[in-house]
T-cell receptor, first 114, second 113 residues
Framework: GESVGLHLPTLSVQEGDNSIINCAYS??????FIWYKQESGKGPQFIID?????DKRQGQRVTVLLNKTVKHLSLQIAATQPGDSAVYFC?????????????FGAGTRLFVKA | EAQVTQNPRYLITVTGKKLTVTCSQN?????MSWYRQDPGLGLRQIYY???????DKGDVPEGYKVSRKEKRNFPLILESPSPNQTSLYFC????????????FGPGTRLTVL
């Protein structure tokens, strides 16, 4: 993921609207991608994952899209709720080809307006 | 309950005073990892371990040591802490070979004066 310096990108959405959070990853050899949600004062929590042989995966109210051509990952949250307010991180796992390292993006802060 | 625990949760120390942050998981995971989180920089991997007695450097290993003598424990050691190691630290664990989500501990907020 990209480093965006000291200021997190912020997304503000109205309750009930759909949210789209984007992430650019760094290594075309990465083979597993994950989205995490981090609430204030807590550790990151798994939301959804996708392997490099897929381009879309759906969960409950969430969808992850992977575009390997442009090394882009997105998280779509349907019918966003106040409880979705948090910082969202994308992460790429390099597995066998990258020494089993995990690289996190800088994160996006999602605000949900009631 | 499946969980990753860290101790202490908060620590204020002074430059040069050796400290250890403990991490323990009860999920029989082989892979464990330490991250530090700083404002605007996301999480950066310090060290990771594929299994007992197998450790390797992440992206920011300088100033840190780890050990993996038992499967469930992965302590982070700062031999001579410096103020630039003031950060929020997370331990995580997962199943091998990392094609699975990592479970994170609650975090340890360290301040080095």
């Amino acid at each position: 993921g990209e480093s965006v310096g000291l200021h997190l990108p912020t997304l503000s959405v109205q309750e009930g609207d759909n949210s789209i959070i984007n992430c650019a990853y760094s290594n075309s050899a990465s083979d597993y991608f994950i989205w995490y949600k981090q609430e204030s004062g807590k550790g990151p929590q798994f939301i959804i994952d996708i392997r490099s042989n897929m381009d879309k995966r759906q969960g409950q109210r969430v969808t992850v899209l992977l575009n390997k051509t442009v090394k882009h990952l997105s998280l779509q949250i349907a019918a966003t709720q106040p409880g979705d307010s948090a910082v969202y991180f994308c992460a790429e796992n390099k597995g066998n080809t990258g020494g089993f390292k995990t690289i996190f993006g800088a994160g996006t802060r999602l605000f949900v307006k009631a | 309950e499946a969980q990753v625990t860290q101790n202490p949760r908060y620590l204020i120390t002074v430059t040069g005073k050796k400290l250890t942050v403990t991490c323990s998981q009860n999920m029989n995971h082989e892979y464990m990892s330490w991250y530090r989180q700083d404002p605007g920089l996301g999480l950066r991997q310090i060290y990771y371990s594929m299994n007992v007695e197998v450790t390797d450097k992440g992206d920011v290993p300088e100033g840190y040591k780890v050990s993996r003598k038992e499967k469930r424990n992965f302590p982070l050691i700062l031999e001579s802490p410096s103020p630039n190691q003031t950060s929020l630290y997370f331990c995580a664990s997962s199943n091998p070979p990392l094609m699975d989500t990592q479970y994170f501990g609650p975090g340890t907020r360290l301040t080095v004066l």
